[in-house]
């Protein structure tokens, strides 16, 4: 099914509010990272930047 119109304008919207970061890892760890990410409920972004959020916090707090 193609996007409508107004899909492509609410995406591009949405993406202009975001950066990339690229994240390279050892082989094999992407698919622990993913599988932790599953067990926990989120996406591996989501986890990814509640990772990078807490870690900024604690050590903030030093």
Known sequence: MKQTEAQLRASKKYHEKLENIQLR????????ITEHARAQGEST????YRAVKETIARDEQK
């Open 25 to 32: 890892v050892p082989k094999g760890e992407k698919e622990k």
């Open 45 to 48: 972004n989501a986890f990814i």
